[in-house]
């Protein structure tokens, strides 16, 4: 399984940026992996942001960004995406994708997921 992130860089506060995650790999099956985003900034442990079961339904946020983040996806295309919007200096991060191929359900916990793509970086200037 490969993950693929793109659609960081620099934005001002209160700004917007949209990032997305392409999954492909002959054993990805996207009805059977739960998908999810998460971030780690410079010197800080790695945050879980959002996350959407395999079997879709509504995503779940961290409080931190629910209200701000919408992730969606494209079951067709094994897609996701991050619509990041009123951006914050403290979202400032690399962001990554990652999958958990052996479960459909959703966690929080970064541990539970044995794929990630290769980050791609969110600055928020303030």
């Known amino acids: 399984v490969q993950l693929q992130a793109s659609g960081g860089g620099l934005v001002q506060t209160g700004g917007s940026l949209r990032l997305s995650c392409a999954a492909s790999?002959?054993?990805?099956?996207?009805?059977?992996?739960?998908l999810a985003w998460f971030r780690q900034g410079l010197g800080k442990e790695r945050e879980f942001v959002a996350a959407?079961?395999?079997?879709?339904?509504?995503?779940i946020y961290a409080d931190s960004v629910k209200g701000r983040f919408i992730m969606s996806g494209d079951n067709v295309e094994n897609m996701v995406y991050l619509q990041m919007n009123s951006l914050k200096p403290e979202d400032t991060a690399r962001y990554y994708c990652?999958?958990?191929?052996?479960?459909?359900?959703?966690?929080?916990?970064?541990?539970?997921?044995?794929?990630w793509g290769q980050g791609t970086l969110v600055t928020v200037s303030s």
């Open positions: 959407v079961s395999g079997i879709g339904g509504r995503a």
């Open positions: 990652a999958a958990d191929s052996a479960s459909w359900r959703t966690s929080t916990n970064w541990k539970t997921y044995n794929y």
């Open positions: 790999g002959r054993t990805f099956s996207r009805s059977r992996s739960a």
